[in-house]
C-alpha cells in the first residue's frame, strides 16, 4: 500500500545533498549543507543565512560536492571545517564550481 506518508519518506531520501564552501569578504571561507547550493548562497547573499555569513557577506561559490544523505553530507562538512584554510582551498579545487552543474 502506498500512503502519501511514504511517498513523502521517498522522496526525501531520493534528494541530492550538496557540501559546498563559500568565499567571503574578509578573506574566510564558509561551509555548509544544502540541497539546492545555488537558492542557498542567494539566502546567504541576503543577508538570511548563517550568522557567520551576515556579517562576512560571501562572494562565490568555491565548490560543492554531492552526497547521497543528509547524514554523509553533514559528515563531510564536519572533517571539511576541520581542514586549515589551504586543505579548504585544496578541496575546493578538487570540488570546483566549473565542474559543478545546477
Not at 6 to 18: L, M
Not at 56 to 83: M, T, W, Y
Request: with cysteine.
Amino acid at each position: 500500500m502506498n500512503t502519501t506518508s511514504e511517498h513523502t519518506v521517498a522522496q526525501e531520501t531520493a534528494k541530492t545533498w550538496w557540501l559546498y564552501l563559500l568565499a567571503c569578504q574578509d578573506g574566510r571561507t564558509y561551509a555548509g549543507i544544502a540541497i539546492d547550493v545555488h537558492a542557498r548562497f542567494a539566502t546567504h547573499r541576503a543577508g538570511k543565512g548563517s550568522k557567520f555569513t551576515r556579517a562576512n557577506k560571501p562572494l562565490k561559490i568555491l565548490g560543492a560536492q554531492s552526497f547521497a544523505s543528509k547524514s554523509a553530507a553533514l559528515k563531510a562538512e564536519h572533517a571539511l571545517k576541520q581542514l586549515e584554510p589551504s586543505g579548504k582551498r585544496a578541496w575546493a579545487q578538487s570540488n570546483s564550481i566549473d565542474n559543478f552543474r545546477r
